[in-house]
């Protein structure tokens, strides 16, 4: 079993920033991907930005040149730095593992992390 722990959401003003942490621990072979969704109230889920193999980085459109994701292989944990955040960034994301084992791709789910944007 694999365990994904968020930290670091919060309320912030628009344009200011923050960093978002989640560390992954259990029985962990191999981490293919990490990254971060969120979803916002009445809305679907979203991509927000995801690390394969620490080789290629996607992120959602709406959040390219603000957004930053990294990854510390060594302890497990991806972050994500979010710069000039807007009011519509307001959501509660959730962090994303793809984990490998025996030739088998397994996900896991955050229990999410409220970023609040407002003034």
């Known amino acids: 079993q694999v365990q994904l722990v968020e930290s670091g959401g919060g309320l912030v003003q628009p344009g200011g920033s923050l960093r978002l942490s989640c560390a992954a621990s259990?029985?962990?072979?191999?981490?293919?991907?990490m990254g971060w969704y969120r979803q916002a109230p009445g809305k679907q889920r979203e991509l927000v930005a995801i690390?394969?193999?620490?080789?290629?980085?996607t992120y959602g459109d709406s959040v390219k040149g603000r957004f930053t994701i990294s990854r510390d292989n060594i302890k497990n944990t991806a972050y994500l730095q979010m710069n000039s955040l807007k009011p519509e960034d307001t959501a509660v994301y959730y962090c994303?593992?793809?984990?490998?084992?025996?030739?088998?791709?397994?996900?896991?789910w955050g229990q999410g992390t409220q970023v609040t944007v407002s003034s």
């Open positions: 994303y593992a793809q984990i490998v084992a025996l030739s088998t791709k397994y996900e896991y």
């Open positions: 259990g029985s962990i072979f191999s981490i293919n991907a």
């Open positions: 690390d394969t193999s620490g080789t290629t980085t």
